[in-house]
Nanobody, 127 residues
């Protein structure tokens, strides 16, 4: 049974940092493309960062130069290091595995292209 379990969320002051983790299990082969998404109350889910695409590592413009996605294959874990956090980063953060190989930047940031999802971890940034 495929499982994605996020952790590391919490409350932080603006300008602070958090590192999210996503432990993946149950796959017979490692998903090629993995991503982090977020959803704020009343807003649609949006792509934040995706690793393992044919276009390289992808970041949303809103988080570029502040967030870093990485992976530790030995631990089957994906990370999202978030620095210089802003109040607008407040959301539920989800990790997800893509349906196949993600090719373009646009496809990378589209939730519809991801098939398996964790339950999320809440990030709250106060100003």
């Amino acid at each position: 049974q495929v499982q994605l379990v996020e952790s590391g969320g919490g409350s932080v002051q603006a300008g602070g940092s958090l590192r999210l983790s996503c432990v993946v299990s149950g796959y017979t082969s490692t998903p090629y493309s993995m991503g982090w998404f977020r959803q704020a109350p009343g807003k649609e889910r949006e792509g934040v960062a995706v690793i393992g695409t044919r276009s390289g590592t992808i970041y949303a413009d809103s988080v570029k130069d502040r967030f870093t996605i990485s992976q530790d294959n030995a631990k089957s874990t994906y990370y999202l290091q978030m620095n210089s956090l802003k109040s607008e980063d407040t959301a539920m953060y989800y990790c997800a595995a893509a349906r196949g190989v993600i090719i373009t930047r646009t496809a990378a940031l589209a939730p519809a292209n991801f098939r398996d999802w964790g339950r999320g971890t809440q990030v709250t940034v106060s100003s």
